[in-house]
C-alpha cells in the first residue's frame, strides 16, 4: 500500500509539494494537468516536466488524477474516435513518464455536485456539502458558477469552464440516451483503451459517480457493487479496474463499504482508494466530515480492515479535508485536515497491520 496525496502543478494549488513531502508516510501525489483541454493528447515532454518537479521534491508520480473524456466519447458520436486515438496516445506517454495508476470517470455532463463548498460546522470548520432538494431545484450550469465563485479562485477538477456552456444541450441530449446504450459507449471505450494501459504498465481506475444516484435525467454508472461487477465484466482485464471512493459511494448507505472494499481488492481490481467520510442528516443529505469514524457514518477501521485482509496493494489517497486553522485552499483540498486524515488512515493500517498477520489470498 502506498499512501498519496493530491497535488495540481503549474501554480494551481495553494499546498506547496515540499509540503507534503514533510507529511509523514506520503509516497507520492496523484496530479492532473489542468490546463490541457479535455479530448486533446498529454504530451510526453509536458507529463515529464511535472514528473520531474515531483521527484526533485522527493515524491513519486505513479497516479494520475484524471484523464478527463470527452463528452463526444460518453456520446457515442461518430468523431469519439478521433478523441479515443488521442487517449491512447496519453495513455501511451503515461506509462513512458513511469505512472502505473490512471483514475477516470464515465459520468455524463457532471464530474462531481455539490451544493456548497464551504459549509460550517459546529466546530467553524467548512467543509463539502450536499443538499439533495437545493442542487435538484437548480440547474447544473447555476451549480458550476456558483461553485466556481466559491472556489477560491482554483480550478475545480471536472468543472472545466469551457464545458459549462455546453452543459444544458448536453444534459438535453442525454435524455434520449437509453441506459444500456450508454455502457455500449463505456464498452467501446474501455476495449479501445485497456489494452493499450496494459502494455504501458498502467491500471485504469474509474470513479464512482458522485452523488451516486440519478441527477437532471443522466444516465448512472457507477454507483454500486452491481453495476461495478458490469464495468469489470465489459473489459475482463486487470487493467480495467475500480477507484473505490468512500465518499461518492458510501454517499448511498446501501454500500457497504467493507464488502465492496473486501470483493475488488480479492480480485485485484482495484489499484486506489479514496477515503474520505461522509455524515448523512437523511438519506440524500449528507456533509463530507473529517475521517475520523467518530466524526461521519463510516467504520474507517472496518473498511481499512477489508482493505487489509483481502491483500490490498494499491494507493490510498485521503480525500477532501475540511478547511481548518485559517487555511486558503481549494475545497476540499487544503493540506492540514487531508495531513490528519492521511496519518489517522496509515495509523489505522499499522494498526490492522500488526494484529493481523496477512494469510495469503487464494487467487
Ligand atoms: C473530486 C474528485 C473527482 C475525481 C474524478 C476522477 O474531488 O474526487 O473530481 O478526481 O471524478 O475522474
Redesign the pocket.
Known amino acids: 500500500m502506498k499512501m498519496i496525496m493530491r497535488w495540481f502543478p503549474h501554480g494551481d494549488d495553494s499546498v506547496p509539494i515540499e509540503y507534503i513531502r514533510q507529511v509523514p508516510g506520503v509516497s507520492g501525489v496523484a496530479v492532473m494537468l489542468s490546463r490541457i483541454p479535455v479530448g486533446e493528447v498529454w504530451p510526453l515532454e509536458a507529463v515529464v516536466e511535472v514528473r520531474d518537479v515531483v521527484h526533485a521534491a522527493g515524491l513519486e508520480m505513479e497516479v494520475i488524477?484524471?484523464v478527463?473524456i470527452h463528452e463526444d466519447i460518453k456520446k457515442g458520436l461518430p468523431t469519439r474516435d478521433r478523441y479515443i486515438e488521442n487517449y491512447r496516445t496519453t495513455i501511451h506517454n503515461l506509462g513512458q513518464a513511469g505512472v502505473k495508476c490512471l483514475?477516470?470517470?464515465f459520468?455524463p455532463v457532471l464530474?462531481?455536485a455539490r451544493s456548497a463548498l464551504a459549509h460550517k460546522l459546529p466546530d467553524n470548520s467548512t467543509v463539502l456539502s450536499y443538499r439533495d432538494a437545493e442542487v435538484r431545484a437548480g440547474n447544473p450550469a447555476e451549480m458550476a458558477r456558483s461553485m466556481a465563485g466559491e472556489s477560491g479562485g482554483y480550478s475545480l477538477?471536472?468543472w472545466e469552464p469551457e464545458r459549462i456552456p455546453a452543459m444544458a444541450a448536453d444534459i438535453e441530449f442525454y435524455q434520449n440516451v437509453a441506459q444500456n446504450e450508454y455502457w455500449k459507449n463505456m464498452k467501446y471505450f474501455l476495449d479501445a483503451v485497456v489494452p493499450v494501459a496494459e502494455e504501458s504498465g498502467i491500471r485504469m481506475a474509474i470513479?464512482p459517480d458522485?452523488p451516486p444516484w440519478e441527477l437532471f435525467g443522466l444516465p448512472k454508472v457507477i454507483g454500486n457493487l452491481e453495476n461495478i461487477r458490469k464495468l469489470l465484466a465489459l473489459h475482463d482485464s486487470k487493467a480495467n479496474g475500480v477507484?473505490m471512493?468512500t465518499g461518492?459511494l458510501g454517499a448511498d448507505q446501501g454500500n457497504d463499504m467493507p464488502a465492496i472494499a473486501r470483493e475488488l481488492a480479492a480480485l485485484d481490481r482495484l489499484p486506489f482508494v479514496?477515503l474520505r467520510n461522509v455524515k448523512h442528516l437523511t438519506p440524500r443529505d449528507f456533509d463530507e466530515s473529517a475521517h475520523l469514524s467518530q466524526c461521519g457514518d463510516h467504520d474507517m477501521f472496518a473498511i481499512v480492515k477489508a482493505l487489509y485482509d483481502s491483500g490490498f496493494d494499491g494507493y490510498i489517497r485521503p480525500?477532501?479535508g475540511r478547511m481548518i486553522w485559517g487555511e486558503e485552499a481549494r475545497p476540499?483540498y487544503g493540506l492540514y485536515d487531508r495531513a490528519l486524515g492521511a496519518n489517522y488512515i496509515l495509523g489505522l493500517w499499522e494498526a490492522v497491520a500488526k494484529m493481523t498477520p496477512r494469510r495469503a489470498v487464494a487467487s
Open positions: 488524477e484524471s478527463n483514475c477516470y470517470n459520468m464530474d462531481w477538477p471536472g470513479h458522485d477507484t471512493c461518492s479514496h480525500d477532501h476540499g
